[in-house]
């Protein structure tokens, strides 16, 4: 049954229209936000005023006639009341103001024990002047303490600026310490808005995720509505997916009101000003925050329905989502930790690298490769945990009386499949990213460590041991344990012959084509390498000349070649290509082809993912069109093989018109254009060779 947006609609509407019914999801997505912010405001706006935090109001004092109101006002206005210089710097270099009154009908004290002082001074008088001055506070009073704290050290700098005169008058040589104050390093732009903020409002987000997606699994289960649901003509992903994009649209729905609460909050109250410090939060910084909710919508809300979907009560899916809320607020906290940055393997960590990525947003010291980075992971996290929900919504879980375990999921199927389903697909794309992050990362740190003990030979060959790792390893544990045929699943099957020459001429045309894409690249300042960068980048590139040629073929063509083919167009190719129709699944595996290589260590490659997807969607039509993966594994071969040579041998190769004199990048218009010939005639080789044959895993089969 093919797939109607329409009717995908209406499922989606009629889903949307129940969780909206119920009663617990308008509470969370309406009542919390209008009475929750107001009082939190309320009490943070308290808490600030009365912490040491510098008041933008006067603290108000009391004393009991005129004469002391101003006599004391005199003492507080007075210059030499005031801290010195340093103390004040290290302080935040503001002064508070005290304003005196005289309280009417009553005393200070009983203006203070009303909350309508902040503190009361009471004086006593000498023969001759006045004896002692007495400071009274209220207990339990953050803002009264304050008050006289700072009052009290005002009086004794005045009593020290006196003293310091007399001395002077005595000895004219005394001279004080002169303390001068100075800080060193970038100062942090952080601020009590970017750190907590973005943590309510995950919180939050989860929270108005968590009745929907219980209401719309568990709960029709319990009510005894899934079994006709689930009878209706209708596949049963179209069902899971309308439940998903319902309770994906009542999630952000919560985020939204939630921020939109919370800044309205905050705008009327005056805490922004007093939150933000001295970022700024603007209309493209909340719209980016959006984006990071949605997000973070689609990735929490299909974790949900994995859970729910198991469920077979609506409280036995609280006992499942309870613990997830738990763990989840783990790395949340996390983030308010001085010293996290959104760097190495916190970009890839689920939630946390959200969190961390919204406080950037928010203190303006967010990164483009840290963003890159913790978009892309969630994504692929929230296409895994929806594969899983998938694959638990179409099983017999689904059923009242169904005895399967949650460990079913892990244990092997007992048929032996063709090829891997597409939710098997999303959950290894979705550990190649984390995997292929953390060990490239791992990687490149030791080498820096070990660089002077490590030769350049053995730095190749840990490179291509980390490939075979993470893009070998893990699709073929995902074959073993999802009992998928090897043959079928890493289509190993023998393609035309003519074919594989097919593949060697287009090789011989595409490298040049990839050449100029970096070229562009540079040219148009794509590029995201620093100076520092791309100096690293060359005297790397002249360590690669003193290894034999063999070896670098070796480690940078033929290690790559075959490993990625397999994975890609093998493992990856077989699973969508069941589901999806051959253009669409040539263009995904060669998105993801290109993905993959912008990611390089820490270092964000933006520029190689035009030339990587353009061979990417190469690389695809070939295989669909040989329904084999081994002339892609050639034409891979020999184009890596040319750019790692043409690398290595540029300097020899100036009399075929390579030299770059005039300081172009670029090739020759006359390699372009026998470059654009190759191509045609390969393309013309494989199609001809391939002419009586069709993709047997296409749907159209």
């Keep these: 049954m093919k797939l109607s947006w329409s009717r995908l609609g209406r499922l989606t509407q009629k889903e949307l229209r129940e969780t909206l019914r119920d009663r617990r999801t308008m509470l969370t997505l309406v009542m919390m936000p209008l009475l929750v912010y107001p009082l939190l405001s309320m009490a943070l706006n308290r808490f600030l005023l009365s912490s040491g935090m510098p008041a933008e109001q006067a603290f108000m004092v009391g004393v009991s006639s005129p004469d002391e109101r101003d006599f004391l006002q005199t003492l507080i206005e007075d210059p030499r009341s005031a801290p010195p210089e340093p103390i004040l710097k290290v302080n935040g270099g503001q002064l508070a103001r005290f304003e005196v009154v005289v309280p009417e009908e009553i005393s200070p004290e009983e203006a203070l024990s009303q909350n309508l002082l902040d503190i009361a001074v009471q004086f006593q008088d000498g023969p001759n002047s006045i004896r002692w001055m007495e ?63 973005p943590l309510v409002l995950v919180l939050m987000t989860i929270t108005g995720a968590v009745y929907p997606a219980i209401d719309l699994t568990a709960g029709e289960r319990e009510r005894g509505t899934m079994e006709a649901l689930m009878a209706s003509p209708v596949p049963r992903w179209w069902v899971l997916l309308a439940k998903y994009l319902a309770v994906v649209f009542v999630a952000f729905l919560t985020a939204m009101a939630n921020l939109l609460a919370m800044f309205v909050t905050m705008k009327v109250t005056g805490l922004v000003s007093m939150l933000a410090g001295d970022s700024t939060v603007g ?82 010291t967010a990164t483009t490769a840290g963003a890159v980075v913790a978009v892309t992971s969630t994504l692929f996290y929230a296409a895994a945990t929806l594969g899983v929900a998938a694959r638990l919504f179409g099983s017999d879980a689904v059923e009242r009386t169904s005895q399967k375990s949650f460990g079913s999921l892990l244990q092997r199927p007992d048929t032996v499949t063709r090829h891997p389903s597409m939710s098997q697909a999303g959950l290894v794309v979705a550990l190649l990213l984390p995997a292929s992050f953390l060990i490239s990362n791992g990687l490149m740190q030791w080498l820096r460590i070990v660089s002077n003990s490590v030769s350049v030979s053995s730095q190749l060959l840990l490179n291509a041991l980390s490939l075979i790792l993470v893009f070998g390893l893990i699709p073929l544990c995902a074959t073993v344990i999802g009992r998928h045929r090897i043959q079928s699943t890493y289509r190993f099957s023998l393609p035309p012959f003519a074919s594989i020459f097919g593949a060697i001429v287009l090789a011989g045309g595409a490298w040049a084509f990839a050449h100029e894409a970096l070229a562009l690249a540079d040219q148009f300042g794509i590029a995201l390498l620093s100076d520092d960068q791309i100096e690293r980048t060359r005297s790397l590139l002249d360590k690669w000349k003193t290894v034999p040629p063999w070896l670098l073929l070796l480690t940078m063509a033929a290690t790559p070649a075959l490993i990625e083919e397999l994975c890609f167009r093998g493992y990856l190719f077989s699973a969508f290509s069941a589901v999806l129709r051959p253009w669409q699944t040539i263009c995904t595996t060669a998105l993801l082809f290109g993905l993959f290589h912008v990611f390089v260590g820490s270092t964000l490659l933006v520029e190689r993912f035009l030339p990587t997807m353009l061979l990417g969607l190469l690389l695809g039509w070939v295989a669909y069109r040989t329904g084999s993966v081994w002339p892609g594994v050639v034409l891979h071969f020999f184009h890596n093989g040319m750019l790692e040579l043409a690398a290595r041998y ?42 009586s044959r069709t993709e047997p895993d296409s749907p159209q089969s």
């Design 135 to 197: 400071i009274v506070s209220y207990n339990n009073d953050q803002g009264s303490s304050t008050a006289q704290r700072i009052l009290t050290e005002r009086l004794q700098w005045l009593q020290l600026s006196e003293s310091l005169r007399i001395a002077q008058q005595i000895d004219p040589n005394y001279q004080p310490i002169d303390l001068r104050i100075r800080s060193i390093g970038e100062k942090a732009s952080g601020s009590i808005l970017g750190t907590v903020i």
């Design 283 to 364: 209309m493209l910084q909340i719209m980016q925050i959006l984006g990071l909710l949605l997000l973070f919508s689609c990735f929490f809300s299909a974790l949900l329905l994995s859970l729910t979907s198991f469920a077979k009560s609506f409280k036995e899916a609280q006992a499942y989502l309870i613990p997830v809320m738990l763990l989840s607020l783990g790395p949340a906290m996390l983030s308010l930790m001085p010293g996290v940055t959104l760097e190495g393997p916190l970009a890839v960590a689920p939630l946390l690298n959200i969190v961390l990525l919204a406080r950037d947003i928010l203190s303006g």
């Design 650 to 691: 540029h300097d020899k190769l100036d009399f075929l018109g390579l030299s770059d004199a005039d300081g172009s990048k670029h090739l020759p218009a006359s390699w372009l254009v026998a470059a654009a010939l190759m191509v045609m005639i390969g393309i013309a080789i494989v199609a001809w060779s391939t002419q």
